[in-house]
Nanobody, 128 residues
Framework: QVHLEESGGGWVQAGGSLRLSCVASGGALRAYGVGWFRQAPGKDREFVAADSWSAYSIGSWSASYTDSVKGRFTISRDNAKNTVTLQMNSLKPEDTAVYYC????????????????WGQGTQVTVSS
């Protein structure tokens, strides 16, 4: 069973950057699709970004981003460290939320209910 732990959240002014990390134990993360989700107060949890090894392109990682973060957020991996990172630039107040990483076998999904493994979350607060 994969155990996930996020870190890197905090407080930042609008326009600033944060780097979230998701470290896995109990399994090799490269075999999993990994997603980042967030939940703001009073709102449903929403998809942010995800990636996995592409089943259709040899030697390729496939990633997806929600429209509101495209061009600002980047998901990446360090397989040697069993870590997935979410680099968040040009942060906006509406990015304020608890951010979660999640893992599922094989390909990533945009649907949170398809992920059986979740971290505890890390708070990101962006002030205007």
């Amino acid at each position: 069973q994969v155990h996930l732990e996020e870190s890197g959240g905090g407080w930042v002014q609008a326009g600033g950057s944060l780097r979230l990390s998701c470290v896995a134990s109990g399994g090799a993360l490269r075999a999993y699709g990994v997603g980042w989700f967030r939940q703001a107060p009073g709102k449903d949890r929403e998809f942010v970004a995800a990636d996995s090894w592409s089943a259709y392109s040899i030697g390729s990682w496939s990633a997806s981003y929600t429209d509101s973060v495209k061009g600002r957020f980047t998901i990446s991996r360090d397989n040697a460290k069993n870590t997935v990172t979410l680099q968040m630039n040009s942060l906006k107040p509406e990015d304020t939320a608890v951010y979660y990483c999640a893992a599922k076998t094989s390909s990533y999904s945009l649907r949170d209910w398809e992920y059986p493994y979740w971290g505890q979350g890390t708070q990101v607060t962006v002030s205007s």
